[in-house]
C-alpha cells in the first residue's frame, strides 16, 4: 500500500504565493499518477490539478495560469506551485496517488491535507 505525505502551505496574503510538496513511497509495481484537489469550508472537494502518466497536464479553470504541478522522480512526488493567490484559493489541499499496477488493478491514496489561508 502506497503511504502519501504532504507538506508545505500556511498562511499568506493575496498575491502572494506559496508551494505544496506531495511525496509517496515507492511500491516496485506501481505506475504513479498524481493530482491536486481542495476543499473550502462548507464546499464539495473540487479537482485542481494532475500530471497523467504520460507527463500531460490539466487544470482547473479557475487556477489556470497561476498554478503550476510539476514533478520530482527523485524523491518519487510532485510540487503544486501556487502564484498569484486570491482569498478563493482559502482551502484545505489535498494530494491524491494513483497507483496502477503493472499487473492489473489500481488504487488511490489520499494524503492528510494541507491548510491554505489566503488573506485579503
Known amino acids: 500500500q502506497v503511504q502519501v505525505m504532504q507538506s508545505g502551505g500556511g498562511s499568506v496574503q493575496a498575491g502572494g504565493s506559496l508551494r505544496l510538496s506531495c511525496t509517496a513511497s515507492?511500491?516496485?509495481?506501481?505506475?504513479?499518477?498524481w493530482a491536486w484537489y481542495r476543499q473550502a469550508p462548507v464546499k464539495a472537494r473540487e479537482f485542481v490539478s494532475d500530471?497523467?502518466?504520460?507527463?500531460?497536464?490539466n487544470y482547473a479553470d479557475s487556477v489556470e495560469g497561476r498554478f503550476h504541478m510539476s514533478q520530482d522522480s527523485i524523491r518519487n512526488g510532485v510540487y503544486l506551485s501556487m502564484n498569484s493567490l486570491r482569498p478563493e484559493d482559502t482551502a484545505t489541499y489535498y494530494c491524491?496517488?494513483?497507483?496502477?499496477?503493472?499487473?492489473?488493478?489500481?488504487?488511490?491514496?489520499w494524503g492528510q491535507g494541507t491548510p491554505v489561508t489566503v488573506s485579503t
Open positions: 491524491k496517488v494513483t497507483c496502477r499496477s503493472a499487473y492489473g488493478g489500481s488504487h488511490e491514496v
Open positions: 515507492r511500491v516496485s509495481d506501481c505506475r504513479y499518477e
Open positions: 500530471i497523467r502518466r504520460d507527463g500531460s497536464r
